[in-house]
C-alpha cells in the first residue's frame, strides 16, 4: 500500500483548521494543549507545533500567554463560490465577466504531445500559452492555463487576455465554440499554483481540463483549469428514481 506522502504536520493543520472554521472549537475556551493534541493525533509534540505555527500564519488561532491557545473569533469559514454543474460552462463565464484576472505567462511555443493530441495539430504546429490568476473580492480563486492554436492566438493580444474572459474574445473574433469535452479531478497544488494561489504547495485542488470545439468541430481552445476548493465547489441537484427494476441516484437536468 501506498502510504500518504502529505506531511503529518500539514494534514493535522488541516484537520485543525476544518475543526475551527466548522465551529468544533468554542471561541472562548482554549484549544487542547500541545501534549493533548500530540496524543490524540499520534504524532510528536514537534509536529504539533509545526500545524499551530501555520494556523497562527493564517490568523485562526492566537496564543495568549499563560492562558492557552485560542481559535481566533472571526476566523469563520469563507463561503465558497457555489455552482450547479449542470450549468458549469455559463457559470464560469460570468465569473470571468465579474473577476479580475493576471497575466502570468504569454508565449507561443511547440506544444508537447498532450497539447497537441487535444487540439489535434500537425506536429510542425505552434501554440499560444497563457498562464492566468483571477481573483475574486480581493482573493485569487482560479488559475488557468490556455492554449489555442497559433492562428487565432495572433488575433489577439496580452492585454484582451487580461481584460476579457476567452469566451469574449472568440466572440468577437467570430469563432462560435459548438461543444465541449470535460473532466473534472483533483490535484496537490505545485510551487506555481500555490504562489499563485496563496497556498501551501501540495494542498488540495479542484482541476477542470476542457477542449472546446467550433461549429466545425474543430478545437479551438485547451484549457486546465485548477480551483482553490475554498473558494469554490460545484453542486449538483440529484432525484432518486426507480430505473430498470433498481432505484438509481439521476442528476435532475431541471434545475
Given at each position: 500500500?501506498?502510504?500518504?506522502p502529505?506531511p503529518?504536520y500539514?494534514?493535522?493543520?488541516?484537520?485543525?483548521?476544518?475543526?475551527i472554521?466548522?465551529?468544533e472549537?468554542?471561541?472562548n475556551?482554549?484549544?487542547?494543549?500541545?501534549?493533548a493534541?500530540?496524543?490524540?493525533y499520534?504524532?510528536?509534540r514537534?509536529t504539533i507545533?509545526?500545524?499551530?505555527e501555520l494556523?497562527q500564519?493564517e490568523?485562526?488561532?492566537?496564543r495568549?500567554?499563560?492562558?492557552?491557545?485560542?481559535?481566533?473569533?472571526?476566523s469563520?469559514?469563507v463561503?465558497?463560490l457555489s455552482a450547479d454543474?449542470?450549468?458549469?460552462?455559463?457559470?464560469?463565464?460570468?465569473?470571468?465577466?465579474?473577476?479580475?484576472?493576471?497575466?502570468?505567462e504569454?508565449?507561443?511555443?511547440?506544444?508537447?504531445?498532450?497539447v497537441?493530441?487535444r487540439?489535434?495539430?500537425?506536429?510542425?504546429?505552434?501554440?499560444?500559452?497563457a498562464?492566468?490568476?483571477?481573483?475574486?473580492?480581493g482573493?485569487?480563486?482560479?488559475y488557468?492555463?490556455?492554449y489555442?492554436p497559433?492562428h487565432?492566438?495572433?488575433?489577439?493580444?496580452e492585454?484582451?487576455?487580461?481584460?476579457?474572459?476567452?469566451?469574449?474574445?472568440?466572440?468577437?473574433?467570430?469563432?462560435k465554440?459548438a461543444s465541449?469535452?470535460?473532466s473534472?479531478?483533483a490535484q496537490?497544488a505545485d510551487?506555481h499554483?500555490?504562489?499563485?494561489?496563496?497556498?501551501?504547495?501540495?494542498?488540495?485542488?479542484?482541476?477542470?481540463r476542457?477542449v472546446i470545439?467550433?461549429?466545425?468541430?474543430t478545437?479551438?481552445?485547451?484549457?486546465?483549469a485548477?480551483?482553490?476548493p475554498?473558494?469554490?465547489?460545484?453542486r449538483?441537484?440529484?432525484?432518486?428514481?426507480?430505473?430498470?427494476?433498481?432505484?438509481?441516484?439521476?442528476m435532475d437536468e431541471s434545475?
Amino acid at each position: 500500500m501506498i502510504s500518504n506522502p502529505t506531511p503529518r504536520y500539514y494534514r493535522i493543520y488541516r484537520l485543525l483548521k476544518q475543526g475551527i472554521e466548522n465551529y468544533e472549537f468554542r471561541n472562548n475556551l482554549p484549544l487542547p494543549g500541545e501534549n493533548a493534541l500530540a496524543e490524540r493525533y499520534g504524532v510528536s509534540r514537534l509536529t504539533i507545533r509545526r500545524s499551530l505555527e501555520l494556523l497562527q500564519r493564517e490568523g485562526l488561532i492566537e496564543r495568549r500567554q499563560g492562558s492557552g491557545t485560542f481559535p481566533v473569533g472571526n476566523s469563520v469559514k469563507v463561503q465558497p463560490l457555489s455552482a450547479d454543474i449542470n450549468k458549469l460552462l455559463a457559470h464560469l463565464d460570468r465569473m470571468g465577466a465579474s473577476s479580475q484576472a493576471r497575466l502570468l505567462e504569454f508565449a507561443y511555443e511547440t506544444p508537447n504531445p498532450d497539447v497537441q493530441n487535444r487540439l489535434e495539430l500537425a506536429a510542425n504546429a505552434k501554440v499560444q500559452k497563457a498562464i492566468r490568476v483571477r481573483d475574486y473580492d480581493g482573493a485569487p480563486f482560479s488559475y488557468l492555463l490556455t492554449y489555442v492554436p497559433e492562428h487565432i492566438g495572433r488575433r489577439f493580444s496580452e492585454d484582451d487576455l487580461v481584460r476579457q474572459p476567452m469566451q469574449t474574445i472568440f466572440k468577437k473574433l467570430k469563432i462560435k465554440p459548438a461543444s465541449a469535452e470535460q473532466s473534472i479531478t483533483a490535484q496537490l497544488a505545485d510551487v506555481h499554483h500555490a504562489e499563485a494561489l496563496d497556498l501551501e504547495t501540495g494542498s488540495p485542488l479542484l482541476c477542470i481540463r476542457r477542449v472546446i470545439r467550433d461549429t466545425s468541430n474543430t478545437p479551438v481552445e485547451y484549457l486546465i483549469a485548477a480551483y482553490n476548493p475554498n473558494r469554490f465547489e460545484y453542486r449538483m441537484t440529484m432525484s432518486n428514481k426507480h430505473l430498470k427494476g433498481h432505484d438509481s441516484w439521476v442528476m435532475d437536468e431541471s434545475r
